[in-house]
């Protein structure tokens, strides 16, 4: 990824819920994670349903929110493309965009962030978050 790197987070996948089967299988996934976001700390947890492509891939869409540990909230929403990697491991890119009241993560509220999510074959979660729009401004 290109761009600024404004957060990072590790947790855990929670549920998990088969929606259809048919004409594709789609699901729905859920997780929570401890990180920071602009050098703030918090929860970071949500829900992205994830559909399979024709060549295999998965394209998933979800939101959630950010939580700093002094009760400021961030929401967000994304969209990104994923893969299956070793041993039914899964890696995700993709773009988010976040909503806030909070002064002091309100600079979240006019970038546009891509993000690298993976979640390994036990369910552990790692997140890294970049500032796609710095990249953007500067080209």
Not at 70 to 93: K, L, P
Not at 100 to 127: E, P, Q, Y
Request: net charge negative; proline share 1%; aromatic share 8%.
């Amino acid at each position: 990824m290109s761009g600024e790197k404004i957060g990072e987070g590790n947790g855990q996948r929670g549920m998990r819920k088969v929606l259809s089967t048919q004409p594709t299988f789609k699901v729905e996934v859920s997780f929570e994670e401890r990180g920071t976001l602009l050098g703030v700390e918090g929860m970071n947890m949500g829900t992205y349903t994830a559909i399979t492509k024709p060549d295999g891939s998965l394209e998933g869409v979800g939101e959630g929110v950010f939580a700093s540990l002094d009760g400021e909230f961030v929401t967000w929403r994304g969209m990104g493309v994923g893969r299956f990697v070793e041993a039914g491991a899964v890696h995700y890119s993709g773009v988010l965009s976040y909503s806030t009241t909070s002064t002091k993560l309100a600079k979240l509220n006019s970038i546009a962030a891509m993000f690298d999510f993976d979640v390994d074959v036990t369910g552990k979660t790692r997140s890294t978050i970049y500032d796609a729009s710095a990249k953007a401004a500067h080209a």
